[in-house]
């Protein structure tokens, strides 16, 4: 199967500040990838898919301009965090599906192993 | 709209027992997937299965099993004679496997699991 990383696994940081986190497909060209986040206890709720070199769309509720999400590349997503609060604490994971070298295409989703945002 | 339903939220065997959790699904599309997941305490998501909604067949690997049903939109998976390392919360999701939103999944609340020794 196609693998997924993500950077930083976990992260501290204080209100106020930015974060980003990166979502790296290792082996295969991620055409579209989703950003989750995962509050303790709780289900895994989307918050945007990207399109690779297309602005991302957000789910209800998320708002874009706190979240900011870029898929520059085929191997690359980023998910910035602006001017965290401590009600941002979460765990993030991103997924991607798209296609192997070959050209075939992924029908699921591979997922990263998530990051965990603490803001103080 | 989609909706996975996972009606446990904990479920408690002891080991060697087998344990089934149950996955109803609501969509409107006609074809979709279907998905069970793994999440062990570390937070990463283990890919279980997945199952088109053209294949009712049920699967079994292992000590894994999954009983689809469409009937009732139900995508059971069951775990006989389980092991401590089952341990873990149990996510159920589902996708359309074409036109708008496909690949998107939708998880249900998930289940967690605790096999006791």
């Known amino acids: 199967g196609a693998v997924v990383s993500q950077h930083p696994s976990w992260v501290i940081c204080k209100s106020g500040t930015s974060v980003k986190i990166e979502c790296r497909s290792l082996d295969f060209q991620a055409t579209t990838m989703f950003w989750y986040r995962q509050f303790p206890k709780q289900s895994l709720m989307l918050m945007a898919t990207s399109n690779e070199g297309s602005k991302a769309t957000y789910e209800q509720g998320v708002e874009k301009d706190k979240f900011l999400i870029n898929h520059a590349s085929l191997t690359l997503s980023t998910l910035t965090v602006t001017s965290a609060h401590p009600e941002d604490s979460s765990f993030y994971i991103c997924s991607a599906r798209g296609r192997r070298t070959s050209g075939t295409s992924y029908n699921e989703q591979f997922f990263g192993p998530g990051t965990r945002l603490t803001v103080l | 709209a989609q909706k996975v339903t996972q009606a446990q939220t904990e479920i408690s065997v002891v080991e060697k027992e087998d344990v089934t959790l149950d996955c109803v699904y609501e969509t409107r599309d006609t074809t979709y997937y279907l998905f069970w997941y793994k999440q062990p305490p570390s937070g990463e998501l283990v890919f279980l299965i997945r199952?088109?909604?053209?294949?009712?067949q049920n699967e079994i690997s292992g000590r894994y099993s999954w009983n689809f049903q469409k009937s009732t939109s139900s995508f059971n998976f069951t775990i006989t004679a389980s092991q401590v390392v089952d341990s873990a919360v149990y996510f159920c999701?589902?996708?359309?496997?074409?036109?708008?939103?496909?690949?998107?999944?939708?998880f249900g609340k998930g289940t967690k699991l605790s096999v006791i020794p």
């Open positions: 199952r088109n909604s053209f294949d009712e």
């Open positions: 999701a589902l996708t359309p496997n074409s036109g708008a939103g496909s690949y998107q999944l939708t």
